[in-house]
């Protein structure tokens, strides 16, 4: 059986320090022994095994200065490991009702079992979730393409109102495919539960009142389930209707903005969540301002298959 690696290794440093012993009385011995070539007697024998023991002693205590350094460092450091980890314990105990505590315990274990591919799997997701909650200290975090878990966790967190503006919906087939069916499933559920009750609108924007017609289904369903759905052609609005940007988003408890944004190739590109009141602001008050333009009340754009053109007017203030 192999002798452990710390016990060779202080076999080792026992060695060389005798070997020094036993050099340097060696040397001591011999020049005595030159320069004191006319005297007789054991002193020259002594005095060699004094400085070989000197030597040897004075080695062991550097050896022993050196591990108590030693120790000391790994002492405050295991102080320090337990300063942090007393840190992330209260933390995590204020989220004892969350996942955190959970996710710790599976995640350890996961790591120890089943094939390295899912070992891998598994700290790449918590790598990813790290850096989402990172992105999340900024109140902002970004995704590639549409991130259709996002929409869906953010309607079951809801808990007073969610608007939405959508307007790519006569290109795409997003309301026919199965997660914009989990999607509305979703936002029904929120509408009907006794304890949220939340009010959902939609507004669909269409450049030309052509587009109307594709949208009469979709807006028949949603409104069946409970969501309050207006239309607008943008071609008939005024002009300080139309100045910015174009994009898709939906406004959470008018707190959060879900925003996607297209590439040149109107592909939906990446998907942003937005938290900070300067930037949810102006989109939630572009909403009501494009919602109003649509009120039936004031303008029969709010309803698919009706057309009326606005006459221009002063912009507002």
Same mark, same amino acid.
């Given at each position: 059986?192999?002798?452990?690696?710390?016990?060779?290794?202080?076999?080792?440093?026992?060695?060389?320090?005798?070997?020094?012993?036993?050099?340097?009385?060696?040397?001591?011995?011999?020049?005595?022994?030159?320069?004191?070539?006319?005297?007789?007697?054991?002193?020259?024998?002594?005095?060699?095994?004094?400085?070989?023991?000197?030597?040897?002693?004075?080695?062991?205590?550097?050896?022993?200065?050196?591990?108590?350094?030693?120790?000391?460092?790994?002492?405050?450091?295991?102080?320090?490991?337990?300063?942090?980890?007393?840190?992330?314990?209260?933390?995590?105990?204020?989220?004892?009702?969350?996942?955190?505590?959970?996710?710790? &315990?599976?995640?350890?274990?996961?790591?120890?079992?089943?094939?390295?591919?899912?070992?891998?799997?598994?700290?790449?997701?918590?790598?990813?979730?790290?850096?989402?909650?990172?992105?999340?200290?900024?109140?902002?975090?970004?995704?590639?393409?549409?991130?259709?878990?996002?929409?869906?966790?953010?309607?079951?967190?809801?808990?007073?109102?969610?608007?939405?503006?959508?307007?790519?919906?006569?290109?795409?087939?997003?309301?026919?495919?199965?997660?914009?069916?989990?999607?509305?499933?979703?936002?029904?559920?929120?509408?009907?539960?006794?304890?949220?009750?939340?009010?959902?609108?939609?507004?669909?924007?269409?450049?030309?009142?052509? &587009?109307?017609?594709?949208?009469?289904?979709?807006?028949?369903?949603?409104?069946?389930?409970?969501?309050?759905?207006?239309?607008?052609?943008?071609?008939?609005?005024?002009?300080?209707?139309?100045?910015?940007?174009?994009?898709?988003?939906?406004?959470?408890?008018?707190?959060?903005?879900?925003?996607?944004?297209?590439?040149?190739?109107?592909?939906?590109?990446?998907?942003?969540?937005?938290?900070?009141?300067?930037?949810?602001?102006?989109?939630?008050?572009?909403?009501?301002?494009?919602?109003?333009?649509?009120?039936?009340?004031?303008?029969?754009?709010?309803?698919?298959?009706?057309?009326?053109?606005?006459?221009?007017?002063?912009?507002?203030?």
């Amino acid at each position: 059986m192999n002798a452990p690696a710390h016990t060779l290794e202080g076999a080792r440093h026992v060695t060389q320090k005798l070997l020094v012993t036993v050099v340097v009385g060696g040397v001591v011995y011999l020049l005595t022994n030159v320069l004191g070539a006319d005297e007789e007697g054991p002193w020259q024998l002594v005095l060699s095994v004094l400085c070989g023991g000197i030597v040897l002693i004075v080695q062991f205590l550097v050896s022993f200065v050196n591990q108590m350094n030693a120790v000391k460092d790994s002492v405050d450091k295991r102080f320090a490991d337990i300063g942090k980890a007393t840190k992330l314990f209260n933390e995590v105990e204020k989220l004892r009702g969350d996942g955190v505590p959970r996710l710790a &315990e599976h995640a350890t274990k996961v790591v120890s079992m089943g094939p390295d591919i899912l070992h891998a799997f598994a700290h790449a997701e918590i790598d990813r979730l790290a850096a989402q909650m990172e992105d999340f200290t900024n109140l902002v975090a970004e995704c590639p393409g549409e991130n259709h878990d996002w929409l869906m966790t953010l309607t079951r967190c809801t808990r007073k109102s969610i608007d939405a503006i959508s307007t790519t919906v006569v290109d795409d087939s997003f309301w026919n495919t199965e997660p914009a069916g989990r999607y509305l499933t979703a936002q029904r559920e929120a509408i009907l539960d006794p304890e949220r009750r939340i009010r959902v609108r939609r507004l669909f924007i269409v450049k030309r009142p052509e &587009e109307f017609s594709a949208l009469g289904p979709i807006c028949t369903e949603q409104r069946d389930m409970g969501i309050d759905v207006r239309v607008v052609a943008l071609e008939e609005l005024p002009p300080y209707f139309r100045r910015g940007k174009m994009i898709d988003f939906i406004v959470f408890d008018e707190a959060l903005t879900y925003e996607i944004h297209a590439d040149q190739l109107s592909v939906n590109s990446s998907t942003t969540i937005n938290a900070r009141a300067n930037e949810v602001e102006p989109l939630r008050r572009r909403f009501n301002l494009l919602w109003d333009a649509a009120d039936p009340a004031n303008s029969p754009n709010g309803l698919p298959g009706q057309v009326r053109v606005r006459s221009g007017g002063p912009d507002p203030d």
